[in-house]
């Protein structure tokens, strides 16, 4: 029987009720499909919610007040014996995490689609094998049973999980993690960074503003190794001055327990080095959380854990889709909703299918300073080959950051030599995740260096601070053109 004669539970089946997963669900509902999804975690909210985003850049804030009411000196403000309660901290970000999960919950449970909590893998590939959460060992037979489900499509977006560690002598189980850390009823006296990307970057900074002894161990030459050299460096001078250790260009040798403190040994510079602490952070990223799902018992393309998807959010099989951490490309909540949306709106419209576009990636880490890019870096346009000429600004030298004492970083625009479109921004310094709109709008629009010069900005504010770089590029172009 051909397979649009065959009888399906349900057009779509979404495996993962987070941001991706709620997307594609609500985007398919609102086109008539017969949806589900299926969440089989411990809380509902999806990563972003309850591990994520949310409660990590409320710590983060917390953070940065707690520094800002520590150093009110520059603006002649005496504030003495400067305090903290941890546990009010963490309530507070429980409280707004509960929130967000609350709203999504009754997004998940509006009867717009089926919403099912349970587990779920492939028996084979239009059937889930649903199981009750906690239907593992010590369960009654009732509560240990499983059943169909049969769906024409499926959109997988399970997220991600904690990387099982690339270094031998590391265990995460012995370690705090971005999971664990957030769990904390007391923060330790020092601890071991081990990473330099973002999760660890933001948690180092979290610890270090609280009054823990943070030393941050990195691999790379410098944290954030995907971002271009320069921002990186000035995340490092920062952190340096705010008191942190920072290794570089490390390799780990053995981690292990000693008495009541936990030390890592690593190379740098030639030299062996020993570091104790109270704890061990470990930072060293995340995985697509693709295990329990039996893809490989249908024959669905993975690449190390990640689902392999066209720019459609296909896998090598048609009708099923993977969207968000679990396709492993950006580990980002916007770009797992949009993916979320394609495939939603792709499921439902077979006949005009829509397509990711990246050109406007973007990513925000949410230390102080800020760093933030949209689109092409100078690493990724010289890996690609693509010319460019870039222009950067100090923060140090414009009216609205020196009235905010904010003078660390710089804003750098990347423009087509010929034509003056541009292509990238970076942004490290105040508000970057908020500054860094402009030139996703501009892109959004494929203004030019030119066009962004001459548009009006109100001073003093930080986003003025766009025009002198535009303005840069703009007259190196009029020369050779």
Known sequence: MAETQKSFDYDVAIIGGGSGGYAAARVAANAGLKTVVIEGGEEVGGLCILRGC??????????????????????????????FNFKQVMARKDLLVKGFADYRHEQLRSGKFEFIRAMA????????????????KGKTQEQRSKRALTAKNFIIATGSKVAPSPVECVDPSNCLDSDTALELSRLPKSIIVLGGGA???????????????????????????????????????????????????????????????????FECEGKTVRVRAEEIFYGLGRVPNTDSLGLDKIGVTTDCSRIVTNHL??????????????????????????????AGYNVAHADRMKEMNYRLLTEVIFTDPQIAAVGLTEKKACARKIP????????????????????????????????????????????GGDLIHEIIAAMHKRMTVHELAAMPHYHPTLAEIWTYPAEELAEKIARKS
């Open 388 to 431: 460019y000429l870039a222009a950067s600004y100090p923060f140090n030298d414009h009216g609205k950051s020196l009235i905010m004492e904010a003078k660390d970083g710089f804003v750098k625009l990347l423009a087509d030599p010929v034509t003056g479109e541009i292509i990238g921004g970076c942004c490290v310094g105040p508000y």
């Open 54 to 83: 949310m409660p990590t850049k409320a710590l983060l804030y917390a953070a940065e007040v707690m520094h800002l009411a520590s150093h009110a000196e520059p603006w002649g403000i005496r504030a003495e014996n400067v305090s």
């Open 121 to 136: 893998s492939f028996a084979d590939a239009h059937a889930l094998e649903i199981r009750p959460l906690g239907s593992g």
């Open 199 to 265: 999760t660890a970057c933001e948690f180092a900074q979290f610890f270090q503003r609280f009054g823990v002894k943070v030393t941050l161990i990195q691999r790379s030459s410098h944290v954030l190794h995907e971002f271009d050299s320069d921002a990186a460096t000035e995340l490092e001078r920062v952190f340096r001055r705010e008191g942190m250790t920072v290794y570089t260009g490390t390799k780990i040798i053995d981690s292990r327990k000693v008495g009541s403190q936990k030390e890592v040994i």
């Open 313 to 342: 959010m296909q896998s090598n099989l048609p009708h099923i889709y993977a969207v968000g951490d679990c396709t492993g490309r950006h580990e980002i909540v916007h770009i797992a909703v949009q993916q979320g949306e394609v």
